[in-house]
């Protein structure tokens, strides 16, 4: 156990983030980790409590204890090798986790949780990224469609249990919405590339590029002892409201989506750019929030998000007790450099002129037996020269990947998985948003180990060919 009287001498202490007024002029990472004393001395806060609830609250399981404590001894060898015999990119979930693990750790029921994420991206930052390759090769094949990070885990498992990984990925690059959603001010995208480079050098094949959904890819698949679907879940939830095709309305993704490029350095021809622009941001998401920052960094005039529902309480309900994630009011890093938010706003229509947005219509509303209900009396409008949609996602794109393979749909349109990751097809298994909903990274990767490891068991057993239909 760390220092036994730790959390009693000494307080949280999380990374500190270079001030607004510089960070808003560029696009790179702002979290400064912290010095390796402060780190040891923040991991010499946790309690070694009998029963961790901070592995319950880690969708990966994540050792938090034991590598605090080999912090604390200031042994970071053995505690990266702990971190990554759970997580294959804590550098990733170190930066961009909402660390769930922190709402459940047993020092929040009373003050404040050990800054378990700050430790871990501390921890992550010190692997030299070698190769760690398979022993021996068994020959099997598997095809791993899509490389966002449940992909890139899955295919990451494989390859070092010796099989033979081939990633189709559509987009130019690989990494999926870490890549092309996320923004650099959070994850920069070198961060990607040394691990991919990495997973390269242990033998996975990194198709990109190349639509799996396309017919000689889906007939390709069929020549594989097993398949990873890990597509993501892109489908954004629409607007359906008077004005929406005015021009100056555009997703968040898309929006996203053409920063990152631009900041990759590409050319983005007749892009979306908010500069000089009154910016009004739908959904108080974090997809929102990151239009936020992105529209506050291209020198927007005027940020504004809103959100649907009311505002969250500032500290927990009693019916959201410890040590389940809390429903309170929070503020992003981005939200935090200049933006108005107004809760529990509609948008009733988007309005223009010569068929370019002015403005949104909008009512404010209230809970009324868990419905939301118009406020009489309360329409206003809201001026916009441009209007970011980020209100969730409803699920996988449509494809006719599915129908080839043979996997079934559920009830809400993802692909139907039982625990393991095992579609409805023989030897065919899902992983990530596409099977569980738009969620997290660190819920991604722990499904893409999860699917691997079940396919491994398989391929390990009695060969079948793979069952594949129609394609
Ligand atoms: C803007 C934004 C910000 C986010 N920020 C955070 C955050 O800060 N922290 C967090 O934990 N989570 C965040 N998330 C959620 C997180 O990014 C996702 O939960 C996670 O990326 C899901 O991983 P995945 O591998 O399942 O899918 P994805 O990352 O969506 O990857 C799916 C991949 O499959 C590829 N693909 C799809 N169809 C085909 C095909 N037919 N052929 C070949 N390739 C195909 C896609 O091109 C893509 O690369 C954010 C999401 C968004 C949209
Ligand atoms: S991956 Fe996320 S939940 Fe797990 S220990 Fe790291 S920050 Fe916490």
Redesign the pocket.
Known sequence: MADPRGFLKLGRKKASERPVAERVRHFHEFVEPPPPPALAEQASRCMDCGVPFCHQGCPLGNLVPEWNDLVWKGSLDLARARLLATNNFPEITGR???APCEASCVLALEGEPVAIKDIERAIADTEDFAPVKAARRTGRRVAV???????LAGAQELARRGHDVVV????AAA????R???PDF?LEKGVIDRRVAQMEAEGVRFSCG????SPAIRSELRTYDAVLL?????RPRDLEVPGRALAGVHF??DY?TQQNRRVAGEVVEGGVDARGKRVVVIGGG??GS?CVGTAIRQGAARVTQLEIMPRPPDARREDNPWPEWPLVFRTSSSQEEGCDREFAVKTVEIVGAEGRVTGLSAVRVTLDGGRLVDVAGSAHVIEADLVLLAMG?TGP?A?P?YAALGVDLDARGNVAVDGEGRTSAHNVYC????SRG???????IAD?RRAAHAIDRALGAAVRPLAVVGG
Do not use: H, N
Request: proline fraction near 4%; include cysteine.
């Open positions: 961009v986790c909402p469609v899509g490389s966002g990070p449940a992909g189709y990925e559509r987009d990494g999926g919405l870490l092309y959603g996320i959070k190349v639509d799996a959904a890990a597509v993501g879940a892109r968040a993704m996203l974090d997809t990151d996602f794109e494809s990947l992983a990530g948003d596409a738009q969620s997290l990274v660190v819920w991604a893409g």
